[in-house]
């Protein structure tokens, strides 16, 4: 059974950093590509960055130059590392890989930036 398990969520003041990580199981071979997602309250369910079987990552313009997301193929594993953090990027985090034909979601992990 493939489960993707997200982790590193938290409070943080804005300006601080958070790194997330999400770990997939049930799979038996390397995950080709990767997104992370974020959903404010209220809000549709955004791209926040993407990687490729290439390691090309592509950024949401909102994060570009304070996220970078990075992946350890050795243990189908992925990051998000979130620095500079604004009060904006306060969202339930969810990692999302496409596996066997079908969408594949953590369950999220909450970030949120506030004083």
């Known amino acids: 059974q493939v489960q993707l398990v997200e982790s590193g969520g938290g409070l943080v003041q804005p300006g601080g950093s958070l790194r997330l990580s999400c770990a997939a199981s049930?799979?038996?071979?390397?995950?080709?590509?990767w997104g992370w997602y974020r959903q404010a309250p209220g809000k549709q369910r955004e791209l926040v960055a993407a990687i490729t079987i290439t390691d090309s990552t592509n950024y949401a313009d909102s994060v570009k130059g304070r996220f970078t997301m990075s992946r350890d193929n050795a243990k189908n594993t992925v990051y998000l590392q979130m620095n500079s953090l604004k009060p904006e990027d306060t969202a339930v985090y969810y990692c999302?890989?496409?596996?066997?034909?079908?969408?594949?979601w953590g369950q999220g992990t909450q970030v949120t930036v506030s004083s």
């Open positions: 049930g799979v038996r071979f390397r995950i080709f590509a």
């Open positions: 999302h890989a496409p596996l066997y034909g079908k969408d594949y």
